[in-house]
């Protein structure tokens, strides 16, 4: 049983190969057989087999943390804590703002346009994220 023997070099591809379900029917019994009579190759296998199974059960790269469910409901429940904060501290403000008799009108005027301006685009921002959420971002934002 010698590990560099030249035809464990020839079936290792064809192990991959079978983790990623590329083989054909031949292969897979040429496989099969070596398997069956080589220990060092049906190591090799189960190694990549148990590491390919390690990825699919959700040991995912960095980068897919933002998509995993749970990452996904935490930045909804700061966005609705955000949004429900929000709103009632802007009416306060719009109403103490009005109820302000030493402001002169057009302050009041230019404010008002301005904080709707804000709301429009939080709004439109919103509804960007949602639309992202089902389709490519890329493809659908309007400004
Ligand atoms: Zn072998």
Redesign the pocket.
Known sequence: MTQR?P??RA?EPLISGALDNELTQQQRQQLHL?LGS?E??ANLYRELAEQRGAVKLGMLPPESDAETPSVRLWNRFGFGLLVLGLIPLVLYAIYQFSQDATIPWWIKLTTAATILGLLLLFINVLRQRLKAAKTDPYKKVKL
Do not use: G, P, S, Y
Request: proline share 0%; charged share 10%; net charge negative.
């Open positions: 023997d035809a464990c079936i070596h080589c060092a190759c």
